[in-house]
């Protein structure tokens, strides 16, 4: 079990690199996450719990979004592409996700770390 701040860094940390596999279990796990609060809105009839259910809405997007853009900006460093290119993933989210999904990353070392799925 990995701790603490290696999860942190996975989903908030801006330095290092991560592989496919790990951006898309990641990134699988943050579109669930973002869906849940929708299907709590759809399933209650009570306004009160809709309402709930929205504020809470709220506030995973912003902190998914947070975390899909951070993952982004990793797995462009894997490629060997500048982390700022993350930003686009706020325009063209479903997309970029599948495109970063299946480019293959730069093999060895490269400028943004010496090994993939590890803070610089």
């Not at 942190?8 to 279990?25: H, M, N, P, Y």
Request: hydrophobic share 50%; proline share 4%.
């Amino acid at each position: 079990m990995p701790d603490a701040s290696k999860i942190s860094w996975f989903f908030f940390g801006f330095q290092g690199r991560i592989d496919r596999q790990a951006f898309a279990l990641g990134g699988l796990l943050l579109y669930v996450a973002r869906l849940y609060p929708v299907y709590r809105i759809i399933a209650t009839t009570d306004e009160a719990a809709q309402s709930f259910w929205g504020g809470i809405f709220l506030i995973v997007i912003g902190v998914a979004l947070v975390s899909h853009v951070a993952m982004c900006a990793k797995r462009l460093h894997d490629i060997n592409r500048s982390g700022w290119l993350a930003l686009l993933f706020v325009v063209g989210d479903i997309l970029m996700f599948l495109v970063l999904c299946f480019l293959p990353g730069t093999k060895g070392p490269n400028r943004f770390g010496s090994q993939t799925n590890a803070p610089r």
